[in-house]
C-alpha cells in the first residue's frame, strides 16, 4: 500500500473544470457571495475552449438587422434535428447576446465592422452571419478575457488537479470530490455545498481527434458514477476538417472559419463536390416546416449560403463518402482550398492561427496550397441531464455546463453555439449552485467513503506487474474509431459493446509502476475508467438508436426514423451495468412551435440586404 495524507479544502462552491463554463461560473458564484474553487485537471488558461476558433454566436444583429433570438433559437433545433431541449435552445438564444456584450464590458477584443461594431462572420447552419469572432482566436481570447476576470475577482484555483471521484454526504447529496496533485502525487479533498461540473470532452476515446490529452470524459464519467443521468451519448459531432497529414498533429482543427470566409472543398479530382450532396430538403421548390433550412446557393449578397456551410455533421459525411469513394487526397481527407479564393493578406489577417498552423507543423502555406483536411472527433452533444434554468444535474448538490452538460444541441452542435453555450449556461450554473449552497446548511462526509475511494484511485500503483495502460488505452481508441466512428452499423455496434465489456475485465488488472510523483502510466490507468464508462454509454446508447440523426449515422438505418425524434435516449448507472432508456421530448409551447410554421420559405432567398 502506497501511504498518502489528504490536504483538505472546504468552500460553497467547487467547480471542476476551468474553461469558459467553469470559469464565468465562478465570476457568478463569486458575485452572488459564495467562496468559490476552480479545479483543473491541466493548467489555468489550457482549456479545450481555446480550440474554439471561428467565433461566438449571438443574434447581435450588427451585420444582419433582420437576425433575432427568434431566428437563433430556429436554426439551433433544426441543426440539433429538433432533439434539443426546447427550453435550453430558448433562453441561449435570447441570453447569448447579452454574454456577447459583457465579454466586451470586460476587455474582450472583437473584430470590427467599418462603424465599430462588433463584426460577425457566416458559420454553418446560421441564416445569418451570427458569429462574433476575433481573428480565428475567439476562444483563447474568450479564455483570457474570463479567466482575468475571475481571478480578480477572487476564485481560488486548484491547477493540475485530478478528480477521480465525487463523494456524497449521508442525504446522498453531492458534497465532496477526492483528486490527486498531478505533479507530485498528493491527495486532496475538496468539500463543499454545491459543485459545478465544467470539465467536457470525451474525444481522446477515439483514435482521430481535435481533442487535447486532457479530455478524457471525466466529467460524463464523474456525473454518471456519482448518481446523475447523462442523456443523448450516441450523438458525437465529427467536426469536418481535422488535419490529415502530417502524422503527428493528425486530427488537430482547422476552424470552420476557413468555409466561413470562402474556403472550398475539393476532391482529388479538383471538383468542389459539396454541389453533389446538398440534401433535398435544401433544394427543394417547397419544404416542410421541418427543413433544416432554406435553399443553399452561393450568392452571399443575398443572405444564401456555399454548400460547404451546411451543417458539420452533412460536411463530415460528404467527406467521408468522397474518401470512400477513392476521390480523397493522397493522405486519407480532401482538399480545404482558401488560397484561390482570398488574397494572401486577406488569409494572413483573418486567419493568423490557421496560417502558422499549417505552417508550423506541416509545412504547408495556405495563402498558396489546400489544406488536407477530414473528419476528426470533436465534440459530445451529450452529458448531463440538467435543468435548464438552472443546469441542476438530476442528483442533489451537482450542477453541469459546457460540453459536459447534454440537450443544449440535441443531435448536432451547430459551429459558434458552443462558446455561447458555455457563457450562457455557465452564468446560470454558477448562480444557480451559489444561491442553493448559501441556504444549506452543513453536511458530513463518511471517512470510509473518502479511504475506499483514495484505495480504489491507488489500486494501479499496487499492481505494478499489471497490464500497461498505453495498451489498452490504444485498443479502446482503435475500437471507437473502427466500430463507433462517424458511420455505424448495429454489428459493429455490438462488436463494440463486446469488446468493451472485455475492456472492463482488462482494466481491472491494469497496472503501474513507479511511486506517485509524475507518473503519467498513472494517471492514464485511472483516465481509462473514464474512457471506459463515455465509450459504453455512447455505444450502447447508439445501438438503440436504429436511425440516422445529426451527429449520429447508421449505414444499416440511413434515414431519420420519426418515432424516434420524439425521444431522448437517457443513460443510468445500475449497480455497475450502464443502462439505456428512451423518454419522451419536453413539449415545446404553442408560441415557439409557432415559428416553425411556414419558416422554410419556398426559395430561401431573403430580400434584406446587409448592414453597412
Given at each position: 500500500m502506497v501511504n498518502a495524507s489528504i490536504e483538505t479544502h472546504e468552500f460553497d462552491v467547487v467547480i471542476i473544470g476551468a474553461g469558459g463554463a467553469g470559469l464565468r461560473a465562478a465570476i457568478e458564484s463569486i458575485d452572488s457571495g459564495a467562496k468559490t474553487a476552480i479545479v483543473c485537471k491541466s493548467l489555468l488558461g489550457k482549456a479545450h475552449t481555446v480550440m474554439a476558433e471561428g467565433g461566438i454566436a449571438a443574434a447581435l444583429r450588427n451585420v444582419w438587422k433582420e437576425d433575432s433570438w427568434q431566428v437563433h433559437f430556429r436554426d439551433t433545433m433544426r441543426g440539433g434535428k429538433m432533439l434539443n431541449n426546447w427550453r435550453m435552445a430558448q433562453l441561449h438564444a435570447q441570453e447569448a447576446p447579452d454574454r456577447v456584450n459583457e465579454l466586451e464590458e470586460w476587455g474582450a477584443l472583437f473584430d470590427?465592422?467599418?462603424?465599430?461594431?462588433?463584426?460577425?462572420?457566416?458559420?454553418?447552419?446560421?441564416?445569418?452571419?451570427?458569429?462574433?469572432?476575433?481573428g480565428d482566436r475567439t476562444g483563447l481570447e474568450l479564455i483570457r478575457t474570463l479567466q482575468q476576470k475571475a481571478v480578480t475577482t477572487g476564485a481560488e484555483v486548484f491547477m493540475e488537479v485530478k478528480i477521480v471521484e465525487l463523494l456524497h454526504d449521508e442525504n446522498g447529496a453531492v458534497s465532496g470530490a477526492l483528486g490527486f496533485y498531478r505533479n507530485n502525487g498528493s491527495f486532496v479533498l475538496f468539500k463543499a455545498k454545491s459543485f459545478i461540473l465544467a470539465a467536457g470532452g470525451i474525444g481522446k476515446s477515439w483514435k482521430f481527434t481535435s481533442n487535447s490529452w486532457e479530455s478524457t470524459g471525466d466529467g460524463h464519467a464523474l456525473a454518471l458514477w456519482a448518481g446523475a443521468d447523462l442523456i443523448d451519448m450516441e450523438f458525437v459531432q465529427f467536426h469536418p476538417t481535422g488535419m490529415v497529414w502530417p502524422l503527428s498533429v493528425k486530427g488537430l482543427l482547422v476552424t470552420e472559419g476557413v468555409r466561413g470566409d470562402?474556403?472550398?472543398?475539393?476532391?482529388?479530382?479538383?471538383?468542389?463536390?459539396?454541389?453533389?450532396?446538398i440534401p433535398q430538403m435544401f433544394a427543394a421548390e417547397t419544404a416542410d416546416s421541418e427543413a433544416e433550412g432554406d435553399r443553399w446557393y452561393e450568392d452571399k449578397a443575398n443572405n444564401r449560403r456555399p454548400p460547404e456551410l451546411l451543417p458539420r455533421d452533412e460536411v463530415a459525411r460528404s467527406i467521408n463518402a468522397e474518401v470512400k469513394a477513392g476521390r480523397g487526397s493522397p493522405h486519407g481527407g480532401v482538399f480545404l482550398d482558401i488560397a484561390s479564393r482570398r488574397s494572401?493578406?486577406?488569409?494572413?489577417?483573418?486567419?493568423?492561427?490557421?496560417?502558422?498552423?499549417?505552417?508550423?507543423?506541416?509545412?504547408?502555406?495556405?495563402?498558396?496550397t489546400p489544406m488536407e483536411v477530414g473528419p476528426t472527433c470533436h465534440y459530445a452533444m451529450g452529458g448531463v441531464r440538467v435543468d435548464p434554468d438552472t443546469a441542476k444535474a438530476t442528483v442533489e448538490g451537482l450542477y453541469a455546463a459546457g460540453e459536459v452538460a447534454g440537450g443544449m444541441h440535441g443531435s448536432n452542435r451547430l459551429g459558434g453555439n458552443s462558446l455561447s453555450d458555455l457563457v450562457v449556461f455557465g452564468r446560470r450554473a454558477g448562480l444557480a449552485a451559489a444561491q442553493s449552497a448559501l441556504e444549506k446548511g452543513s453536511s458530513k462526509l463518511s471517512e470510509s467513503l473518502v479511504e475506499d475511494a483514495l484505495n480504489r484511485a491507488l489500486k494501479p500503483l499496487n499492481n505494478p506487474e499489471g497490464e500497461n495502460p498505453y495498451t489498452i488505452q490504444h485498443d479502446l481508441q482503435e475500437t471507437m474509431q473502427a466500430l463507433v466512428g462517424i458511420i455505424r452499423t448495429e454489428s459493429e455496434l455490438v462488436e463494440a459493446v463486446e469488446k468493451l465489456e472485455e475492456f472492463k475485465e482488462r482494466v481491472k488488472?491494469?497496472?503501474?509502476?513507479?511511486?506517485?510523483?509524475?507518473?503519467?502510466?498513472?494517471?492514464?490507468?485511472?483516465?481509462?475508467?473514464?474512457?471506459?464508462?463515455?465509450?459504453?454509454?455512447?455505444?450502447?446508447?447508439?445501438?438503440?438508436?436504429?436511425?440516422?440523426r445529426g451527429g449520429h449515422t447508421r449505414d444499416d438505418y440511413p434515414k431519420a426514423d420519426p418515432e424516434f425524434g420524439k425521444t431522448n435516449h437517457v443513460v443510468r448507472l445500475q449497480g455497475n451495468d450502464i443502462t439505456v432508456t428512451p423518454e419522451p421530448l419536453p413539449v415545446m409551447p404553442d408560441e415557439l412551435a409557432s415559428l416553425f410554421e411556414g419558416a422554410a420559405q419556398p426559395t430561401g432567398i431573403t430580400e434584406s440586404k446587409e448592414v453597412k
Open positions: 470590427r465592422t467599418k462603424d465599430g461594431l462588433i463584426l460577425q462572420r457566416d458559420f454553418g447552419g446560421h441564416k445569418y452571419a451570427r458569429l462574433a469572432h476575433v470562402g474556403g472550398i472543398l475539393k476532391n482529388s479530382e479538383g471538383k468542389r463536390f459539396m454541389f453533389e450532396y494572401p493578406e486577406y488569409i494572413r489577417r483573418r486567419l493568423p492561427s490557421m496560417y502558422h498552423q499549417f505552417k508550423e507543423l506541416a509545412d504547408v502555406d495556405i495563402t498558396v488488472g491494469v497496472g503501474a509502476k513507479g511511486g506517485v510523483k509524475f507518473n503519467a502510466s498513472w494517471h492514464t490507468a485511472l483516465d481509462l475508467n473514464s474512457m471506459l464508462t463515455v465509450s459504453e454509454a455512447c455505444a450502447k446508447a447508439a445501438l438503440m438508436r436504429k436511425e440516422s
